[in-house]
């Protein structure tokens, strides 16, 4: 193997999600550079349905009142305890990027495809940014399906949101990643319909 496949996929091998971050996030043209992978996502039809919203500075208070806001109006009953617990979060990450989806469901191209589209435009983001030493994570929860705080990011229906990526420098560094076998999620088709150790209890 080469020196160069084998800094790749140390690094592919390394990623690990955390929220344990602390200032710096990248800014810049690191940032840049980081966000360019995105338009490296495998993309059918040449939709780029991916968006990148960036959060940092006051703006994050202002992103964890409206995340506040969206956990109110679905559920009026929400634990004020969690309320506290969630604004905190987003108002403390170094930053945050928002992956919006830019969706058109009336194209030849299916909306999952779409969809998955912007998957691996958010799996590349998350590889970027641990090659360039970054750490981060992908967040959802309910408010990620709330269309009023999607049209509150930019995103009105069809549009919706990916997900949130907490963004900064991992407290830990180099902390150990698990590395789960891949053997049970693998099979070599002769012809008949496989199975895999992954879905045998
Ligand atoms: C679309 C998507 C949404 C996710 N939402 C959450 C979430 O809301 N909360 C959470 O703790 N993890 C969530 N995760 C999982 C984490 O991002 C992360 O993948 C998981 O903690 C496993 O860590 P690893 O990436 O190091 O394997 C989500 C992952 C994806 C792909």
Redesign the pocket.
């Known amino acids: 193997m080469s020196k160069h496949a084998h800094t790749v996929l140390k690094s592919l091998l390394s990623?690990?999600?955390t929220d344990a971050l602390t200032e710096p996030a990248p800014k810049g043209e690191e940032l840049e550079t980081i966000l360019s992978a995105v338009m490296r996502a495998p993309d059918h039809g040449k939709l780029r349905p991916w968006r990148l919203v960036v959060v940092k500075g006051e703006a994050r208070a202002k992103l964890a009142d409206k995340i506040v806001a969206s956990m109110k109006r679905l559920n009026p009953d929400a634990d004020a305890k969690k309320i506290e617990k969630r604004h905190k979060r987003f108002s403390s990450m170094p930053m945050t990027i928002v992956l919006g989806m830019h969706l058109r469901p009336d194209d030849k191209i299916p909306l999952l495809e779409q969809e998955l589209a912007v998957?691996a435009a958010?799996m590349n983001l998350l590889n970027a940014l641990h090659a360039a030493g970054f750490g981060a994570?992908?967040?959802?929860?309910d408010v990620a399906y709330d269309p009023v705080l999607a049209e509150e990011l930019g995103f009105p229906a069809p549009h919706a949101l990916?997900?949130f990526f907490f963004v900064g420098t991992p407290e830990k560094k180099d902390h150990e990643?698990k590395r789960r076998p891949v053997a049970p999620y693998v099979a070599e088709w002769d012809g008949e319909p496989v199975s895999f150790k992954a879905d045998k209890d």
Do not use: I, L, Q
Not at 137 to 141: A, E, I, L
């Open positions: 990623r690990a999600s998957g958010g994570v992908w967040v959802t929860g990916a997900g990643v």
